[in-house]
C-alpha cells in the first residue's frame, strides 16, 4: 500500500504538477493564438514573441516595484507588476495592428500575407526585447518559493517519497482558472462578446446586423495581449525569462489550439493540458516509479524513459500531426484552416 | 536595366566594404551571400512557382550539413565494430515495423486495422529500443572525447552537396507526404515543427553526428590558409603580386570557396530558370494562382506541391551542406530558426517572389545588411546615447544589446517591403 501511495506520490512531483503549472500557461497562449485566428483569421507568429514583450515590461516594472521597496510579501512581486506589463502589452499590440495588420485587413489580403506580416512583427519584438533586456536568462521570482516542501510532506504523510509545491506552480493554475473563467464569461454573457462569437462565426451576417468590426478587432487584440502577457509572466516565474524560449514555445501553442480545435475556446484549454502531460509523460523516466510498483526487488536497469528531454517537440508535433490526419477539426470541432 | 543596376550597386557595396574594412572580410560575407542566395532560390521554388509556406528551412539546411559529416568524416572501425551491426539491425526493424504498419492499413479494415495499427506502434518502439538502446551505448562509449560516433565515409566533402540535396529531399518527402494535403496554416506549423525535431536530432543522436559535441575535424573542400603558405608556388605568386603571403593565403582560400559556390550557384539558377520557362513552370504558377481551376484541368495539386517541396527543399540543403564545408566543423547547436529559416524568407520577399534573380538580389543584400548592422548598430547606438553619461547602467546596457538591433532592422524591412512594395526590389514578370 505505502507503495502505491509513494508511487503516486511520484507521479504526482514530478508528472501531474509541473504538468499542471505548463499546461496552463499553453493553454493560456493558446487562447491568445486562437481568438486571433477567429477574429482576424490568420496563424499569429509573433504570439510568442508578444509573451516575451509583456513578460519583459513585466520584469521590469516588478525591479522597479522592487527598488522602490514594494513587495508583495510572500507572493512574487511580479504579480503586482502585471496590470503594468499588460497595459505596455496592450498599447503595444494595438499600435501594431494600427501600423500593420489594418492595413492586410482593408486590402481583404490572403491569410498568408498577413502571416507573413506577422513573421515581420516577430522580428521587430524580438529585436526590441533583446536590445532592452538582452538575450540572456533573467530570474524575477521572489517572495516564498515553496507551498510544501518535499521534506515537510515527507515528515506530514511519512511516505518515502516528497511533493513540493512551488508558489510559482500554484499562482500559475489560480491565475488561469480566474482568468480562463472571466474570458468564457465574457465571451458568453456580455454584450461585445457575443459580437465577437457573431464575428467569429460569421463574418457577413455580424456586420449586416450592426456589429462595429474595429470594435472587435480591437477588443480581440486587447484580449490576445492581456492573456499573451499574463501567460509569459507565468511561464517565466515558474522557469525562468529568456527571449529564445519564448519563440520556441510557439510550436506546443500553436499544437495545443490546432489539437484543441481551432477558434475554439475551450480546445485551446483542453489543447494546452493534453500537450503538457503528454510532453511530460512521455519524457518522464519511470525506473523508480515501476520500482514502487512492481512487487518484489525488481528493478529495471535502463531510466524507463520513452524520449529523451531534448524530444519534447517532437512530442507535441507527433500528436499535432495525428490529430491532424484523424480529426482536423480537432478534439472540440474548430475550424478547419 | 534597373537589374543591372541594383546588382551592380550589390557589386559596389562589397568593394566598399573591402576598401574601408578589409577585403578578407568583403569576401567572408560574399562566401555567405552566395550560400544565402542558393537558400533564397530553394526557398523561392517553393513560394515563387507554388505558393508553399515552408518555415522549416532550419532543419532542411542542417540536414545538409549532417550530409557533410557522414560524407567527409574518418570512419571510426572500432565504433563500427561496438555497435555497427545492432545500428543496422535497429534500422532493418524500424523498415520491418514500417512495412508491418502499410500492410496492416493495407489488408485490415474497420476497428481492427485502427487498434493493430496501434499494437505495432507500440510494439515495434520497444522492439526497435531493445536492439537501439544498446548499440548507442557501445558507440557512444568508444573514445567520447574524440570521437563516439561511428564516423562518415571519409570521402572529399564536395559530394556532401549531392548528399545534402538527397537527404533534404528524403526529409521533404516525409513532411509533405503528411502536411502537404493541408491548408497553407497547419503546413507552415508542421514545417516549424519538423525543422525543430531535425535539429533535436542532430543534437541527440551522439552516435550519428556527436550530437552537441560537435565535428570539427572535417577536411576542407580547398587547400587550407597553412598548407598554401608552405608551398612553394604560392610562396612565388604572392610575391609576385608583391602581397603578404599570410594575408594573400586567407584570401585565395575565400576566392576559391567564392568560385566554387559561384558555380552551382549559376547551376541552379539555370536550371531554375528553365523550369521556370518550360510547360512545367506554366503548370505551377497555374496551380499557385487558381488553384481550382488548374484541378479542373486534370492536374494533381498536391502531387505537384510535392514535387516542388521536395526539389525546393533538395536545393536548401545543398547550401546547408556548403556552409558546413567552408565553416569546415558542423555544429548542430549554432541552428537558429531566426537566422536560418525566418531571415531567408526576408530575403525572398524583399528580392522579389517568384524571380529567381530577385531572390539572389535578396539573398546578397540581407546578407550584407545583416553583418554590416552587427557592425553598425554599435556605433548607432552610440551615437544615440551620446549624450548620456557614459558610465549610467542604460547607456551600457543599450551598448551590449545593440547588436540585436538587426533583429528589428530586419523585421522593420520585411513589413515596409510588404506593405509598399509587395512584389519586391525585381519583380515577376
Known amino acids: 500500500m505505502t507503495d502505491i501511495l509513494n508511487a503516486l506520490a511520484l507521479m504526482s512531483n514530478y508528472v501531474f504538477v509541473p504538468g499542471l503549472a505548463y499546461g496552463s500557461q499553453l493553454a493560456l497562449g493558446a487562447l491568445g493564438v486562437t481568438l486571433i485566428y477567429s477574429i482576424l483569421r490568420f496563424s499569429n507568429f509573433a504570439h510568442g514573441d508578444t509573451m516575451a514583450f509583456g513578460a519583459m515590461l513585466t520584469i521590469l516594472a516588478t525591479w522597479w516595484l522592487q527598488s522602490m521597496g514594494i513587495s508583495a510579501g510572500p507572493l512574487p512581486t511580479a504579480l503586482l507588476a502585471l496590470p503594468i506589463g499588460i497595459a505596455g502589452t496592450v498599447l503595444f499590440v494595438i499600435a501594431t495592428d494600427r501600423m500593420v495588420y489594418r492595413y492586410y485587413r482593408k486590402v481583404k489580403a490572403a491569410s498568408i500575407v498577413t502571416m507573413m506580416a506577422s513573421v515581420g512583427v516577430m522580428f521587430v519584438m524580438n529585436g526590441v526585447v533583446r536590445v532592452v533586456i538582452g538575450p540572456g536568462e533573467q530570474r524575477f521570482a521572489d517572495g516564498e518559493r515553496f507551498i510544501i516542501k518535499a521534506r515537510e510532506f515527507k515528515e506530514m504523510t511519512g511516505l518515502a517519497e516528497g511533493i513540493s509545491i512551488r508558489t510559482t506552480q500554484a499562482i500559475t493554475v489560480l491565475v488561469t482558472i480566474i482568468v480562463v473563467a472571466m474570458l468564457f464569461w465574457f465571451l458568453q454573457k456580455s454584450r461585445t462578446g457575443k459580437a465577437m462569437r457573431a464575428y467569429a462565426d460569421n463574418e457577413d451576417l455580424a456586420l449586416l446586423s450592426g456589429i462595429d468590426p474595429d470594435k472587435v478587432v480591437l477588443v480581440a487584440w486587447i484580449i490576445a495581449a492581456t492573456l499573451a502577457t499574463i501567460a509569459g509572466t507565468l511561464y517565466g516565474l515558474d522557469k525562468s525569462f529568456k527571449p529564445f524560449t519564448y519563440f520556441q514555445l510557439l510550436l506546443p501553442i500553436f499544437a495545443a489550439a490546432i489539437v484543441g480545435g481551432i477558434g475554439n475556446p475551450l480546445g485551446a484549454v483542453a489543447g494546452g493540458f493534453i500537450i503538457a502531460f503528454s510532453e511530460m509523460g512521455f519524457t518522464y523516466a519511470y525506473k523508480r516509479f515501476v520500482a514502487y510498483v512492481t512487487p518484489g526487488d525488481w528493478v529495471p536497469d535502463g531510466l524507463l524513459q520513452l524520449l529523451s528531454t531534448d524530444y519534447k517537440f517532437a512530442v507535441s508535433f507527433v500528436i499535432l500531426v495525428l490529430v491532424l490526419l484523424v480529426r482536423p477539426t480537432g478534439i472540440f470541432r474548430g475550424k478547419v484552416l | ?429
Open chain 2, 1 to 429: 536595366m534597373k537589374n543591372v543596376i541594383l546588382f551592380a550597386l550589390m557589386g559596389l557595396a562589397f568593394i566598399l566594404a573591402g576598401e574601408f574594412q578589409s577585403w578578407s572580410f568583403s569576401l567572408t560575407i560574399l562566401n555567405l551571400c552566395l550560400i544565402s542566395a542558393v537558400m533564397a532560390l530553394g526557398v523561392n521554388i517553393q513560394w515563387g512557382y507554388a505558393g508553399i509556406f515552408n518555415v522549416g528551412i532550419m532543419g532542411f539546411a542542417a540536414l545538409g550539413g549532417a550530409a557533410a559529416v557522414l560524407v567527409n568524416a574518418a570512419p571510426v572501425p572500432e565504433a563500427w565494430a561496438a555497435g555497427g551491426v545492432g545500428i543496422l539491425a535497429s534500422g532493418v526493424a524500424l523498415l520491418a515495423v514500417i512495412g508491418l504498419i502499410v500492410l496492416i492499413r493495407r489488408k485490415l479494415s474497420g476497428q481492427l486495422r485502427r487498434y493493430a495499427t496501434i499494437i505495432a506502434v507500440i510494439g515495434g518502439f520497444f522492439v526497435i529500443r531493445l536492439v537501439y538502446d544498446p548499440a548507442v551505448e557501445a558507440i557512444e562509449s568508444i573514445d567520447p572525447a574524440k570521437t563516439g560516433f561511428l564516423g562518415g565515409l571519409g570521402l572529399p566533402i564536395i559530394f556532401s552537396w549531392a548528399v545534402g540535396g538527397v537527404f533534404a529531399a528524403g526529409g521533404a518527402w516525409v513532411v509533405g507526404k503528411v502536411a502537404l494535403g493541408l491548408r497553407s496554416d497547419y503546413l507552415a506549423i508542421a514545417t516549424l515543427g519538423i525543422s525543430e525535431i531535425i535539429i533535436a536530432i542532430l543534437k541527440n543522436e551522439d552516435w550519428l553526428t556527436r550530437g552537441v559535441k560537435n565535428v570539427s575535424t572535417l577536411k576542407p573542400a580547398v587547400p587550407t590558409a597553412i598548407e598554401l603558405q608552405n608551398a612553394p608556388w604560392f610562396q612565388d605568386l604572392a610575391a609576385n603580386f608583391d602581397a603578404n603571403v599570410i594575408v594573400a593565403s586567407g584570401i585565395f582560400v575565400k576566392l576559391s570557396y567564392a568560385v566554387l559556390f559561384t558555380i552551382v550557384l549559376l547551376l541552379i539558377l539555370w536550371l531554375s530558370e528553365k523550369a521556370l520557362k518550360s510547360p512545367w513552370g506554366r503548370m505551377m504558377r497555374a496551380i499557385r494562382d487558381n488553384r481550382d481551376a488548374a484541378q479542373a484541368m486534370g492536374k494533381d495539386v498536391t502531387r505537384r506541391h510535392l514535387q516542388t517541396f521536395i526539389i525546393g527543399s533538395a536545393v536548401v540543403g545543398i547550401a546547408g551542406a556548403m556552409l558546413t564545408t567552408m565553416d569546415a566543423q558542423f555544429t548542430p547547436g549554432t541552428y537558429n530558426p531566426l537566422r536560418f529559416t525566418f531571415l531567408i524568407w526576408v530575403m525572398v520577399i524583399v528580392g522579389g517572389s517568384g524571380n529567381n534573380w530577385g531572390s539572389i538580389l535578396g539573398g546578397f543584400l540581407i546578407w550584407f545588411v545583416w553583418i554590416e548592422a552587427e557592425r553598425f548598430g554599435p556605433l548607432m547606438m552610440e551615437l544615440v546615447t551620446s549624450g548620456m553619461d557614459p558610465e549610467s547602467p542604460l547607456r551600457t546596457n543599450l551598448m551590449d544589446s545593440a547588436a540585436h538591433l538587426r533583429l528589428f532592422l530586419m523585421g522593420a524591412i520585411l513589413l515596409i517591403v510588404l506593405r509598399f512594395s509587395p512584389r519586391g526590389l525585381i519583380p515577376e514578370k
